[in-house]
Structures are given as structure tokens and as C-alpha cells.
């Protein structure tokens, strides 16, 4: 951010899991903070107390802490019982954050959305941002965040405020209070060896620290740009051509996510390994040292687009704004590493385990997915009828076995994203902490 001021940053539900992990990582680089919730859980920053569809408290809170960047992460947990929560906090609740902004003068405002805004119970194969918001929403959760997204995005220029959402997918990491804690019950239970489904279906999982980290990305690269002038006019118009920057961002190739697999360099004439020799070759120094160099951060494969490509000359012309600007745009984030759903499910099953323990470890029983669809039904019709909540759903099990994994080139071409922990490290970070918590 040289050359620019310095951002002084609110972040709303702050006290949340992805908003602590916002806050620490704004303190760790030496950023201003302050965080907006109703209840305090942490003491190492200012804290304002409020209700966030109240615009009187929120105005006061920025105003008070000097707020320049709102990051707006506050969202009531999936499975409330009365939907009409999701409501007031991700629509009303946005409208009274995006008016408090507008009023105060704010810069900026990065707003944390769901990959799920575009999930309609279907499979969703490499989708990227172009895919519209379904007809039929999956759930009233999902469908009162895709309404703040709109608002959200509808809002960029308003009265000079800025705006970006971003969309991570399945978050997971330490202090997680949904995921982990129904694989743990699971755990406990001994219910490891049912899977529903084949287990073909990918999915994707997000590190929190990267889904934090993102969010830092986003809101530094939020500033106005000429493509964002030029987008306000005549962006998909017959004559609007690339910038010189633009066209060189789309050229470069991205190199493979590897934060789980590691990189693994492919041997050539110029770097390998020497093996057994006689006499080494003249250049082995050189040769040894490129191979064991780190990993490159460009690469010069070509980049090859085709007529689907969210970049291709045809797809770029008919956007409605420049996908390759920040600002008024939404971005997929995730670990870029989809994973078959019920591997991960094991994969923490496992780390549970104790050493020499083969609780997590024995025979899977496979329920088909029809034959679940029809369980579910049957165990919400027994859960009305004696007035408990269903622990196995019909929802579950059409999240269980969709395919959802997305595509997050625009959030690593035009934000500079790139997933920091891995899944296998982000998974041995949680269950630590998890099993830490237990034993206290």
C-alpha cells in the first residue's frame, strides 16, 4: 500500500471465527483495528458493542475508531432454527452497514459472502463467478446472503464507497464450532463407518487463515482504478480494448496450487539429480542447484484460453463490468484443492485417532444416496411427530453428495490470492487445538 494512506480498519462480527482470524491477522502485519459484535470474546483491540441493523450504533463505532475499510464478516450460523435471523443480519443488517458507510465517509467495505449464494442442491463442477444466483435458492441461509451480496455489489460507488465480496467454501481451522464439532460427535458416537453417496463428488474446503488472508488482499487492492472509470461508461462496448497491464496478467500462467502436495520438480537435462557417476559432469554444481532451487513463482506455459473461459476475448466482451478490477466484483475463495467429500471427513477422523487407536480406521458402509434421501425423510417425519430436531436430514444428504468446487483464477489473477496452509496442515491445526481444548 505505499504511497497510499494507510487503511484504519472495523471489523463487523469481529468476535466470529473468520472475523478473529481477520483481526489477528491485521495485528500481526501492524494495522489499526477495532471490532464491531454484540459480544466480546477477545480484549487486545477496541470493541464496540451493537446491533448490526441498527445504523446509529454502527455510524458511531466508525466514527469513533476512525474507520476507513469495514470488513463486514457477521452471519448468524447455518441451521438456526427461525430462518427469519438470516434476514435481519444479512440483508437488513447489510443495508444498515453499506448506509453507515455511505454516511461516514468510508473508502471501503469488503463484505464476506458464501460459495454457496450459488448452490441450488445441483452439482457445481468448476464453476467461476459468472454463474448467476439460482431461481430456487438451497436454503434460506444461502439465499439471505446472496441478497447481501447484491446489495453489497449494487453499492460499489456509492457516494465514493468502494465494495468487494468475497465467497469461501467450506471453512474449516482452529475455533471452528460447526464443522468440527459434528465430525467430533461423530467420532464420539462411533460413526465413522457410514458414508452416504459413492464419494465421487469433489467438494471444497478453505483453510480459515487463507479465507482471512484473502480478505486483507481484497481490501488492499481496493482502490480506484481506470478500469474501473472505463467500466462505468463503455467496458463491453466494440471498442474497449485491455490495458497494457491487464493483457499481461491474463497472459502470464498461474502456477499449480501445491500447499498439500508440495512441489515436485520434473527432472531435466539442466536440473536433476546427479545420481551414481564416474566422473561428474563439468556443470554438476549447476546443475544440482537448479534442481534443488525453490519453487518458481512464474512459470512459461502458455496460456491457452477456449470459448468457455471466463478471460477469453468472447467472455470479456459480454461482462457487464471488468472482471479484472476489484472493485464491484465478487470472488470465489478457497483452498484451490477439491478433495472427495467423505476423504476429508476421514482425514479428520483419523488425526482424531490416538496413537496405536484404529477407531476411525475399519470397514465403510455405503447408503446410497436415494436410499438416504428416503432415511432423511422418515427421520424428519419421527423428529415432528415427538418434537426434537432430526440429527439425519434430507438436507445433509444432498449436501453430502453434491459436487461443489469452484474456480479461483479471478481471485488469484486480480486479487493476488494464493492459499497459504494446505488442507493436511489445516486439518492437524484444528484437531490440535480441538484435542488441547478437551484435555483442559
Known sequence: MS???????LVIGGSGFVGRNIVEQLLARGDIVSVFDIVQRHHDVPFYSGDITEESQLIEAIQKSGTTCIIHTASPQHGAKDSSIYYKVNVDGTKAVIAAAVATGARKLVYTSSAGVVFDGGDCINIDERVPYPEQPFDEYNDSKAKGEALILAANGKGGLLTVALRPAGIFGPGDRQVMQGLYQAYQRGQTHFQVGDNNNLFDYTYVGNVALAHLVAADKLVPSQSADSDKTDWNSDTA???????????TALPAVTATTGYRRVPTCE??????YVAPPPNADQILAAYNAPPPTTTNRP????????????????????????AGQAFFITNGEPVYFWDFMRLIWLQLDP?????ADHRIYVIPRAFGMVLGYLAETWASVIGKEAGFTRYRVGYSCATRYHNIEKARRVLGYEPQVGLEEGVRRMVEVRITFQHC
Open 241 to 251: 480494448t485491455l490495458s497494457g497491464k491487464e493483457d499481461s496478467l491474463l497472459a
Open 3 to 9: 504511497g497510499q494512506q494507510k487503511d484504519v480498519y
Open 355 to 359: 496413537p496405536g487407536s484404529k477407531r
Open 303 to 326: 496460456v491457452v484460453r477456449h470459448r468457455f473461459d471466463q478471460f477469453s476475448e468472447n467472455a470479456l466482451a459480454l461482462a457487464p463490468s471488468s472482471p479484472l478490477q476489484v
Open 271 to 276: 536440473a536433476r539429480p546427479l545420481g551414481p
